[in-house]
């Protein structure tokens, strides 16, 4: 024993153990001065192990403190975790009755054994599987089974089954074996930290009660939680969620298990690396550095270890600043959340419904807009902003309002991301009138086994920007870098400018992995104008040296869609609400809709949403195309007119030699005048309203008068020769209206 009285520190001589000595574990592993553990001291002075292992059990049957917090007991499974489903149940018993039955629900199927559970089992297609069966999620289950009913089969199940696992799983040396084999070990330091302080806490102390629970037991349990967390603590991953789940799991086992002589250290490493966490994994606004709009919600990670340690009495832990990322990184997922409840799919996110943890945030903070978004209007207040950009993260989100038949766009213009990043730069996703019409495929099929038959799709799914509502030359993928852009927010309109410069790769086809071609100095932009409640317009560009054909993406949810061959507009329907894509200049532009091709890929979506995992859909994707020498423009206005049918039309466009161009577009009340600004084009005139900007629109009533006009970062306009406004700092929007005549300022 070293002079402070923990055990020593040194790679293996812990985890290294299959089962720790009798006295090594209790003269070195637990802390015998520990309140409460007095007979156990006296036992073990004597050397009567057997004595001190029932001392220890009489213990834990009698300690009231530490507990779990509600996050890490049996929690309601199913519907909202909140006063809205006060019914929910504690527990689901089937997948108890299941587990006690040695059949465990594992993803999309069931994995069945005899009486020995063969926890490193392999299913052909996916080393996944081996990983979520070893994190033992069923052990909840069976933990609220046995409370609720005191029917000791859940008590026999839960100790055969912590035995059989402590029995049959030796520890590995991760430096010596492959990381496949590692994630089918039951070692994979995710599923370590899954498993020792989610899935048995609660199991092991609803079968303390039981008879069946021995002292030599306990003590064995005890003896592999001290191996697994010792390991932990060695082999965490040190990057991305992974490491703030493991690094948490950590500290919580150290308030937990205060009884073992290592639980300070415990707690100190793992705070010193949920510290870390807490800076380097997440932008100053909040958003997660992984750039995942599903696995954002990591943010949480930082929160729970925060409330176990207030829950049980180590209210000093944490400085009064800590929260102060988790406030945001709710706040965020706000931000993100689509009229329909969904969020958006980028960079591995699943279109998840955060609502109960953005409601969740609402309660810990007591953010009556958090609380409003996350009820869906039921409690709190309606937030004030409605379109939002992050200023760290760039993913530009555009609304009209926060009702559930609003209109909702957003773009991703910001950094490539650090894990789970997928090649979807200046990728939109739209809502209109509500519904979900333009949706990144999404997230499908993950694995470590290459040979599987499907791996090629999977692999366009997460590793094709072709997969994404975004721009390509034909062929090519986004080789994958940053991107970079602005957004500027008015009541009356929303103006994104995003741009990725970071080239494009040849993809193989038939296996969907990169060839050696790459395709370097070019740069797409993409231009995106709202006009609030109306229509958008996206303008997009590729600039570079070259001829290129090139490829505009727009990917449809599973449902109809169709094609006009003359004009190239195209539409796709969900629930009644029609989007129309009408492009500019259609006569040069071949345009089609793919739906379940393989040769290429084109023309699948993945409803990962309704938890249906593994599965892949044909859905329309409508794909517009135009060759040329760069550079190569696309413009096509969005719309979802009341009635389906009608609406705004692009009358002309001039894209000739320029990145953008000035458009007119034509509806019932008049025309409208569009003109983006580019560094071929500093200044324009429309309509005798002369302006320096990034953009300039006009609208029209129907005899072509002036009414109204909106700017972007204005610099200079003048009106008929006469100059009205002049500032080098440009304020972001301005809005003009016509009175007398003359335009006219207003707020």
Known sequence: MP???????SPQQLWGYHDYPEEMFFTQLLNLDYAGLEQVREAAHTQDWGQASAALLDYYRQRQQPSLTPRLDVVPIGGRADETNPNAPAYDLATADQAAAHEFLITDRTLKFGDQVDWRRREPDAITYTGNLNRMNFMRDLAGAYRETGDEKYATAILDLLNQWIDNNNAVNPEEISFVDLKGSGWNPIDIGQRVMHSWPPAILAALGSEQMTPDLLAKILKSIIQQIEFLTEHHVKIANHCTFEVGCIFMAGILWPEVSLAEDWREYGLRWLKRQAQREHYPDGFTVEMSTGYHGAFRLLYEPYEFARHNGYTDLFAPDWLDVVHKGYRAFMYLRKPSGLNPRYNDGLGRDWGTVIFEGGKIFDDMELLWVGSGGRRGTEPVETSYFFPDARYAVMRSGWGRDDDYLIMDCGPYGTNHRNPNQLAVEVCARGKNLIENPGYWRRTTTFEAPWFPMARWYGQDSRSQSTLNPVGTSQIGGDADGYMVVHPDFDYAVGWYEHGYVEIDDATHTRKDKQHIGLRHTRRVFYLTGEYWVVLDSLDGEGEYPVELHWHFLPGAAGLDEVTKECWAEQEGVRLFLRPAHPGNLSARIAEGETDPHAGWWSPWQEQRRNESLPAPEAIMQRSGKLPVNFATLLCAPEGNEGGPQIASANLEGHATGALTIEHDSGTDYLQV????????????????????????????????????RPKRISWRGQELWQSDKAPDTLALHWEDGTPQARE
């Open 3 to 9: 002079a402070s009285g923990k055990a020593e520190r």
């Open 677 to 712: 600004f580019d560094a071929l084009t500093e200044s324009a005139s429309i309509h005798g309203l002369q302006a320096e900007a990034e953009l300039l629109f006009v609208r029209s009533d129907r005899a072509d008068q002036p009414t109204e006009a909106l700017l972007a």
